[in-house]
């Protein structure tokens, strides 16, 4: 099983500010690597794919970056419906696809 | 607009049969997608458990597998999952979601609520 690590597991950061979250693979996963936001209450709504490509909808504020075995989420500057829980998945191995614990975006 | 919603009983005994539906709008589950489920512990992270294309074809989580059975029937648009012999650490959220042929989950149900008590 491919293990994901996200770091930080909380990110406090102030509106209109960068944030900038990490995902790792315990081994290579090319770039078959999503990212997904998830608010309390909520399902899970996809935002990137491919480490990179955004959405459909997914606002230009939204980057990914990495590949093989890091990865980088960055919210360029944060609005308020961003506070959220974000996961990353590989789906490299199929078809044994795994999720991260997830960082938590809350305002400082 | 494709839209899955979840429906199954939400409060289970021990040992007792998981079974939930997810009905598809908007888009055929006989059309090029895979159908999934993933749960969702309280507070914790999300596990994916299995999925199943319009062939019938279907992969499970190692973990889970031996429990597990899910199936999709066209004529009603729905994909099923049936969960055996639960515990109280089936205890989630599960949701169903349409999975592209390399992995990416892009459209999720809203989930429902299970619980396994005594």
């Known amino acids: 099983e491919i293990v994901m690590t996200h770091s930080p597991a909380t990110l406090s950061v102030s509106p209109g500010e960068r944030a900038t979250l990490s995902c790792r693979a315990s081994r290579s996963v090319s770039n078959d690597l999503a990212w997904y936001q998830q608010k309390p209450g909520q399902p899970p709504r996809l935002l990137i794919y491919g480490a990179s490509t955004r959405a459909t909808g997914i606002p230009a504020r939204f980057s990914g970056s990495g590949s093989g075995t890091e990865f980088t989420l960055t919210i360029s500057s944060l609005q308020s419906e961003d506070f959220a829980v974000y996961y990353c998945?590989?789906?490299?191995?199929?078809?044994?696809?795994?999720f991260g614990q997830g960082t938590k975006v809350e305002i400082k | 607009q494709v839209q899955l919603q979840e429906s199954g009983l939400g409060l289970l005994k021990p040992s007792e049969t998981l079974s939930l539906t997810c009905t598809v709008s908007g888009y055929p589950v006989s059309k090029g997608y895979y159908w999934a489920w993933i749960r969702q512990p309280p507070g914790k992270g999300l596990e994916w458990i299995a999925n199943?294309?319009?062939?019938?074809?279907?992969y499970y989580n190692s973990s889970l597998r031996s429990r597990l059975t899910i199936s999709v029937d066209a004529s009603k648009n729905q994909v099923s999952l049936k969960v055996t012999s639960v515990t109280a650490t089936d205890t989630a959220v599960y949701y169903c979601?349409?999975?592209?042929?390399?992995?990416?989950?892009?459209?999720w149900g809203q989930g429902t609520v299970v619980t396994v008590s005594s």
């Open positions: 979601a349409r999975q592209d042929s390399s992995g990416v989950l892009d459209i």
């Open positions: 199943i294309y319009q062939s019938g074809s279907a």
């Open positions: 998945q590989q789906y490299n191995k199929w078809p044994l696809w795994t």
